[in-house]
Nanobody, 115 residues
Framework: QVQLVESGGGLVQPGGSLRLSCAAS????????MGWYRQAPGKERELVAR???????NYADSVKGRFTISRDNAKNAVYLQMNSLKPDDTAMYYC?????????WGQGTQVTVSS
């Protein structure tokens, strides 16, 4: 059974940085893409950043230039470096991994940006 475990969330002041990590355990068949989503209270879940198996990345317009997604294939892990954080970045962040069979989701890690 595949499990995704996220870490790295927390409370940070505006302008600060956080690094989220997501590691997958279990049997994963040829990862097609890895990504980060977020959901703020009262809002729909939205894509923040994604990296494909070939290394292509895409970002939500609201985080371009501030967030960077990266991965470690050997560890089946994906990371999200978040800089210049804003209060609007406050949300629960979820990682997603898509392999040949299906997609998997983590349980989420809370990011709160507040002074």
């Amino acid at each position: 059974q595949v499990q995704l475990v996220e870490s790295g969330g927390g409370l940070v002041q505006p302008g600060g940085s956080l690094r989220l990590s997501c590691a997958a355990s279990g049997r994963i068949f040829s990862i097609r893409a890895m990504g980060w989503y977020r959901q703020a209270p009262g809002k729909e879940r939205e894509l923040v950043a994604r990296i494909t198996g070939g290394g292509t990345t895409n970002y939500a317009d609201s985080v371009k230039g501030r967030f960077t997604i990266s991965r470690d294939n050997a560890k089946n892990a994906v990371y999200l470096q978040m800089n210049s954080l804003k209060p609007d970045d406050t949300a629960m962040y979820y990682c997603q991994i898509i392999d040949l069979l299906r997609d998997y989701w983590g349980q989420g890690t809370q990011v709160t940006v507040s002074s």
